[in-house]
Nanobody
């Protein structure tokens, strides 16, 4: 049974930084792509940042220049460095692994940015 475990969320003041981590436990995954999504109350879940199977990285326009996604293949882990946080970044953040056997999702972690 594969689980994605997220950590690193919390409460931070506007302008601050947080680093989210997501690691897979259980069987090794044949990962095709990875991503971080977020969902704010009343909004749909949206892609924040992703890495495709060929290594192409893309970001939502709202986080370009502030967020950085990275992966650590040996640990089946993905990270999201978030700098210059804004109140509108407040949401539950989810990591996502796309594999040959299907998609896996983390449980979600709260990020709250106070003004």
């Amino acid at each position: 049974q594969v689980q994605l475990v997220e950590s690193g969320g919390g409460l931070v003041q506007a302008g601050g930084s947080l680093r989210l981590s997501c690691a897979a436990s259980g069987s090794r995954l044949r990962v095709v792509g990875l991503g971080w999504y977020r969902q704010a109350p009343g909004n749909e879940r949206e892609l924040v940042a992703g890495i495709t199977g060929s290594g192409i990285i893309n970001y939502a326009d709202s986080v370009k220049g502030r967020f950085t996604i990275s992966r650590e293949r040996a640990k089946d882990a993905v990270y999201l460095q978030m700098n210059t946080l804004k109140p509108e970044d407040t949401a539950v953040y989810y990591c996502n692994f796309q594999t040959w056997s299907g998609d896996y999702w983390g449980q979600g972690i709260q990020v709250t940015v106070s003004s």
